[in-house]
């Protein structure tokens, strides 16, 4: 995307003259130069699993975190900006307990992105405001309907809800990825390991700063952080396997 | 459980109900729905009924009165206390509760109802009066009751009775309610008590009207005062 704003890049406020608002795109390339994250709908839950580049070797492992829990029922994953993520995730945590003080039962997740997008759309449509430079993806657990999902929530205010989603530098390697996998029947616990899979298979490793891998999800209702200890030791068996695989196509060639 | 309060001295004489809505802060000439006001889950669906009296004093305003108001497509709440009141706290949590619906894009379930009316309950408690229960159907549980009484507790309940005729009949309904009753059955016996504290309360009166919601749709009787199941 080499195109120059020429002017009409200076505010959010501002249309280019083919209907474009470069804050928002630009706010989109902050995201894609982080690292990847990658989410995943199972049939028994929802998985996110993201990568974070350590600017140094005295950076504490676990520090810095990129996947934060909202409630009870739900979690999120920040690709992007730390900071600005951060501002989505502390509003959404109002939102949902603001929801459950209400109405009386925890929030949709649907419901809730849907607030936290109209939050984040705010922000492009402000003079004296910036859009966030940062995705979230949300994933949920319905308590009336008993259904699981995953949503994102881009810099520009759009939410959907995804089978399968990806943010950051990777973001197309891993949907392409992605697409292979079989979503209707994958588990939990095999989806973290794709997706673990996934973001090593994205890394550059000659290129790349060392990194550490963050993983949550949403499984028998409940949001939980995967341990960092099991997701460090699927690390270490996705990268042998991808060995071994590299060295299989070697031999083939 | 109904943990007895001290009688409180009614400020008009009007009733000597044990911590009814009448006995409690009722302004002079305010109307009241004096009242008995019932409802009852069964399988399927749920019963609510009350009687029709609304009475500032010994004069009843009006004798055939709806007490049974409409929240939504499928739940209704049974209004006790003063009238006012209660016709107040059924528009906010209409109003509320049409707009959960758009926000959810699904319709509205009885314990999100119920706990919209409670919290503007308790919120309000030093200037309300007034008892109600949140009866309907929805998709999530099925038929369900709450009880919402003074002071804005919260409780679900099988067999859910309220307003000033309702101490009259907690024996009645003790010995009537039944679980796993089906829908003709839970009627007769919402009917019958009903008239029992017709017969007893100076506060209720008039006519039985009863409103049964299922699945399928929505049932509104009622039964003219000289037909009761039981009465003078």
């Known amino acids: ?253 | 459980f109904f943990i007895m309060t001290a009688l409180s001295i009614s400020n008009q004489g009007m009733s000597y109900a044990f911590n009814s809505p009448e006995s409690t802060r009722l302004k002079p000439g305010e109307l009241s729905t004096g009242t008995t006001i019932m409802a009852v889950p069964f399988k399927g669906g749920v019963v609510l009924g009350a009687d029709s009296r609304v009475s500032t004093g010994t004069y009843i305003a009006n004798r055939t009165s709806d007490k049974i108001a409409q929240l939504s497509e499928k739940i209704f709440c049974c209004r006790s206390g003063s009238a006012a009141d209660t016709q107040a706290l059924t528009d906010y949590v209409r109003f509320y509760l049409q707009q959960w619906e758009v926000e959810s894009s699904r319709p509205a379930t009885v314990k999100v109802a119920a706990h919209l009316m409670r919290k503007i309950c308790y919120q309000n408690k030093d200037n309300l009066s007034a008892g109600v229960i949140v009866g309907g159907w929805d998709d999530i549980e099925g038929g369900s009751v709450y009880n919402i009484p003074l002071g804005g507790t919260m409780i679900k309940m099988d067999c859910a009775i309220g307003g000033s005729g309702s101490t009259y009949i907690y024996g009645l309904t003790d010995a009537l309610h039944k679980g796993g009753m089906g829908e003709g059955d839970t009627l007769d016996m919402v009917k019958r008590c009903i008239s029992h504290a017709m017969a007893r309360d100076g506060s209720s009166g008039g006519i039985i009207r009863t409103c049964v919601v299922t699945k399928d749709g929505v049932k509104r009787e009622y039964i003219p005062g000289n037909a009761l199941p039981y009465g003078p």
């Open chain 1, 1 to 253: 995307m080499a195109s120059s704003g020429s002017g009409y890049d200076l505010s959010p406020t501002t249309f280019s003259p083919d209907g474009r608002i470069f804050q928002v795109e630009y706010a989109s390339k902050a995201v894609s130069s982080s690292g990847t994250s990658v989410g995943i709908k199972c049939a028994d839950g929802v998985v996110m699993v993201t990568e974070k580049l350590l600017g140094n070797k005295m950076l504490v492992g676990g520090s810095g975190r990129r996947v934060h829990g909202v409630d009870r029922h739900m979690g999120c994953c920040v690709t992007g900006l730390l900071s600005d993520g951060r501002q989505l995730v502390s509003r959404s945590r109002s939102e949902s307990s603001n929801y459950e003080e209400t109405y009386g039962i925890k929030g949709p997740p649907g419901v809730i992105c849907e607030r936290i997008a109209g939050f984040a759309h705010y922000f492009t449509m402000h003079g004296a405001l910036r859009p966030f430079g940062a995705t979230v993806m949300v994933a949920g657990f319905d308590e009336d309907t008993k259904e699981y999902s995953l949503h994102m929530i881009e810099p520009s205010g759009v939410s959907y809800r995804y089978y399968g989603c990806s943010a950051g530098k990777g973001r197309q390697g891993a949907k392409t990825e992605l697409e292979k996998l079989d979503l209707e029947t994958i588990t939990c616990e095999e989806g973290l390991k794709q997706a673990v899979k996934i973001i090593c298979q994205m890394r550059d490793e000659g290129k790349d700063k060392p990194m550490e891998i963050e993983a949550g999800w949403v499984r028998d209702g409940k949001w939980e952080r995967v341990k960092d200890g099991k997701v460090s030791e699927i690390e270490k068996i996705c990268k042998e396997e991808l060995e071994e695989e590299e060295e299989d196509m070697e031999e083939d060639e």
